[in-house]
């Protein structure tokens, strides 16, 4: 149990070093819902996975188990953002998905949940409907890439658990995002 939280925190700190967000200026008003439309959309770009030597446990495994969820957030790729007030797919997340959906055929047995989030601006009401147009995109972009629908659900979390806290860009741009989650199938860790 301790090697496997131990795990699961070093994979968490290695996807948050792995992403940059660049600066761009976006609307910093409202939550989308209102008048105001995005100035510009700011996306974020995760730098491709290195190797990160953590020293954790002398006694833990020396490579992750290509089944496992700690595998798919480092190798894979867990998740992908969005800009303001979007759900459509950008390039880069599109190859993440890409590389998501060569997995999911590699293992017929996972099933996953896609959780789409948003940021702290707008209503409630607002940002469930838009993490749900979130993550119905990703679902049905693997669903394009041939993997089957009944493997997967989609739920939407909106601004209620945030990736990142803080209200500025950086934040912002980091809680707009869907999630791709192992739920069964493999070793879940």
Not at 123 to 150: K, Q
Request: proline letters at 5%; a negative charge.
């Amino acid at each position: 149990m301790r090697q496997s939280l131990i795990w699961s925190a070093a994979a968490l700190l290695l996807v948050a070093a792995c992403e940059t967000v660049p600066e761009a200026a976006t609307d910093v008003e409202g939550g989308g819902g209102g008048a105001a439309a995005p100035l510009a959309a700011v996306e974020v770009t995760p730098r491709p996975a290195t190797p990160v030597a953590v020293v954790a446990d002398m006694d833990a495994p020396a490579a992750l188990a290509p089944e496992t969820q700690e595998y798919f957030v480092v190798e894979v790729g867990d998740r992908v953002f969005f800009g303001f007030d979007e759900f459509t797919l950008t390039e880069r997340a599109r190859e993440v998905l890409e590389r998501q959906a060569e997995w999911l055929r590699a293992y017929p047995n996972v099933q996953v949940a896609i959780e789409g989030h948003t940021d702290e601006r707008g209503t409630r009401e607002y940002n469930l409907a838009l993490g749900e147009r979130r993550a119905n995109a990703v679902m049905n972009y693997l669903v394009a890439l041939g993997v089957d629908p009944g493997r997967m659900r989609t739920v939407s979390w909106g601004k209620e658990r945030p990736a990142a806290l803080g209200s500025n860009q950086t934040a912002w741009a980091l809680n707009r995002r869907s999630v791709t989650t192992i739920t069964s199938g493999a070793a879940v860790n």
